[in-house]
Nanobody, 130 residues
Framework: VQLVESGGGVVPAGGSLHLACATS????????IGWFRQDPGREREGLSC????????YYGEAVKERFSVYKDFSTETVHLRIDNVQPEDAGVYRC????????????????????????WGRGTHVNVSS
């Protein structure tokens, strides 16, 4: 089982960024995939999640106008596009795979992260230059 993030680096404020989460070893169609930001001393924050079939998405309130997530079933990769990058977007971005419970994707992606997302990548760093 693997989830491998890529695409991090230094991006200028106002620019765009594309992150990818390449997966293997589990049912891509069966698992929701989420993008989370986690920094030392801060709680893990659910940014965007997408359901197993790719038809349902969730975006955090602070990012919903600028983030876009989709699943590429041919490569079993989940892509996250960030437009109009802001300084607060900086951090370590990790993707996780999980099975949302009866409360749905949004619950799993926010308050239910620790219960529903069980498989994790190591993360990719994003820095924003002014």
């Amino acid at each position: 089982v693997q989830l491998v993030e890529s695409g991090g680096g230094v991006v200028p404020a106002g620019g765009s960024l594309h992150l990818a989460c390449a997966t293997s070893g589990f049912s891509f169609e069966g698992y929701a995939i989420g993008w989370f930001r986690q920094d030392p001393g801060r709680e893990r924050e659910g940014l965007s999640c997408i359901s197993g079939d790719g038809r349902t998405t969730y975006y955090g309130e602070a990012v919903k106008e600028r983030f876009s997530v989709y699943k590429d079933f041919s490569t079993e990769t989940v892509h996250l596009r960030i437009d109009n990058v802001q300084p607060e977007d900086a951090g370590v971005y990790r993707c996780g795979a999980g099975l949302p419970g009866s409360k749905g994707l949004a619950d799993a992606c926010t308050v239910g992260i620790q219960w529903y997302f069980l498989l994790w990548g190591r993360g990719t760093h994003v820095n924003v230059s002014s």
